[in-house]
């Protein structure tokens, strides 16, 4: 009986555990149907732009030629989208992702997705300061302000980006950490306890006062009935499933690409020995 009662149970959690997972073509659509692979390929400049920040910490150019080599073979948009995908097939549901997908292909969806990545093309962009000078003259008023400020809490937007620039900084602090000698190096607690201090509530506030800023730029030619009917697309169950599971998979990703890159520095040290 007890054989018996323990393959019943190994049973229910292999049927579970399947039930839990998604198929990789489901993964594949959502993928381009969201546009999170167009997002993750992009990856790669912000990546590079964290990194350069760190040059004037080094004293010898080679030393940040090797940290950046180190660092852009363990953080790119190639490993993102592969640990983004194993986080969607492992723990997502086929229905419920296929769910996201149906409501990405509807016209509605398409065209605010369509409205999105334009905006992101190095044409659109070098038109924002112009319009974000023109507030000084003619503010956005209120209702937009509002409007867009809930989308961005909705799309938990803040959140991802602090998240991904958490882990990239963390990464590159324990990396450059473990190419000072032993006495020179902090400890992990403290690094830990410096990103509390900088990534705080007011951090992700002004961050996001920086995703409004820009969604404004965004939704500019958006009429007000048009985007509160988007808004409401992300109080759904099913809006709500795919941001939920977008910022998770974001950590996910970010989360792996930092071990597996602050572990390839004392391998650095070794070699400056």
């Not at 323990?6 to 198929?23: D, E, K, M, N, P």
């Not at 492992?90 to 334009?118: A, H």
Request: charged share 25%; proline share 4%; glycine share 4%.
């Amino acid at each position: 009986m007890k054989l018996k009662s323990l393959i019943g149970i190994v049973f229910v959690f292999s049927c579970l555990s399947t039930f839990a997972q998604s198929s990789p073509q489901t993964v594949a659509e959502f993928m381009v149907q969201t546009g999170l692979k167009d997002q993750v390929a992009q990856l790669d400049g912000m990546i590079q732009t964290k990194i350069e920040e760190k040059k004037s910490t080094f004293a010898k150019p080679e030393q940040f030629d090797l940290f950046k080599k180190i660092m852009t073979s363990g953080m790119n948009s190639k490993s993102a989208e592969k640990y983004i995908v194993e986080y969607l097939e492992k723990y997502t549901g086929e229905d419920s992702l296929k769910q996201v997908v149906v409501l990405y292909k509807d016209p509605f969806m398409q065209e605010f997705n369509r409205i999105e990545k334009e905006s992101g093309t190095p044409a659109s962009r070098q038109k924002m300061p112009a319009y974000f000078e023109s507030f000084k003259t003619t503010p956005p008023v209120p209702e937009r302000v509002q409007q867009l400020l809930s989308l961005t809490q909705d799309m938990k937007a803040a959140e991802i980006a602090v998240k991904m620039i958490r882990n990239i900084v963390v990464s590159m602090i324990k990396g450059s950490n473990n190419m000072h000698p032993k006495a020179e190096q902090v400890s992990d607690i403290e690094i830990t306890g410096q990103m509390d201090v900088t990534f705080n509530a007011d951090y992700e506030k002004q961050m996001t006062n920086q995703m409004l800023a820009y969604s404004l730029f965004v939704y500019k030619d958006v009429p007000d009935e048009k985007l509160n009917r988007y808004l409401e697309v992300w109080k759904t169950p099913t809006g709500k499933y795919c941001m939920d599971r977008i910022m998770k998979a974001y950590d996910y990703a970010f989360t792996k690409m930092g071990e597996i890159t602050g572990g390839s520095f004392p391998t650095l040290g070794e070699e400056k020995k």
